[in-house]
T-cell receptor, first 115, second 111 residues
């Protein structure tokens, strides 16, 4: 079946502009995660959604970052007033419900470059 | 919080040889340990995972071992092939919602 999809695949923006990144999780997956991967680094957790529960925002680096998940499916990560240090690959992952919900499947990522 | 360390950062092996990547974790509550393979320009792909109720798991040429006492786990790839060349990440999860990742190992298999 279809995996996690993300759009756009690449985004170039100017410092100070807002950007929106989109994630479509695997159908039926109830959990959705956003991570950030800076060049040559591991993945840094940003935010977690599970069903209708309040999201876990503990990884968001500043109040310029926000995310929402509409209808328990598609999610949008918004970065306001982008800075050059926001340049990174933004990865989305989803997990199925049930006993193995910690198993996370990743999308291809959105490569963000802030000039 | 959890801290995952991964070694080595780069690894080159001859085709057909074995490759071993090691990770340590700090939180004794962690109980789930996946390994991901990331090829250039792609997202991480889950290749194998292990839960804390077992010490070893194998899937064809790939195996993972877990030592809960020492808080370390390892990825073993046997009979390496050029298509195994990629960056490999270990991760750990306990009570938190998210995975904690190591910093990655760039594996190069030399034909």
């Amino acid at each position: 079946g279809a995996g996690v999809s993300q759009s756009p695949s690449n985004k170039v923006t100017e410092k100070g502009k807002d950007v929106e990144l989109r994630c479509d999780p695997i159908s039926g997956h109830t959990a959705l995660y956003w991570y950030r991967q800076s060049l040559g680094q591991g993945l840094e957790f940003l935010i977690y959604f599970q069903g209708n529960s309040a999201p876990d925002k503990s990884g968001l680096p500043s109040d310029r970052f926000s995310a929402e998940r509409t209808g328990g499916s598609v999610s949008t990560l918004t970065i306001q007033r982008t800075q050059q240090e926001d340049s990174a690959v933004y990865l989305c992952a989803s997990s199925p419900p049930g006993g193995y919900q910690e198993t996370q499947y990743f999308g291809p990522g959105t490569r963000l470059l802030v000039l | 919080g959890e801290n995952v360390e991964q070694h080595p950062s780069t690894l080159s092996v001859q085709e057909g040889d074995s490759a071993v990547i090691k990770c340590t974790y700090s939180d004794s509550a962690s109980n789930y340990f996946p390994w991901y393979k990331q090829e250039l320009g792609k997202g991480p792909q889950l290749i194998i995972d292990i839960r804390s109720n077992v010490g070893e798991k194998k899937d064809q040429r790939i195996a993972v071992t877990l030592n809960k006492t020492a808080k370390h786990f390892s990825l073993h790839i046997t009979e390496t092939q050029p298509e195994d060349s990629a960056v490999y990440f270990c991760a750990a999860k306990g009570g938190a919602n998210n995975l904690f990742f190591g910093t990655g190992t760039r594996l190069t298999v030399i034909p």
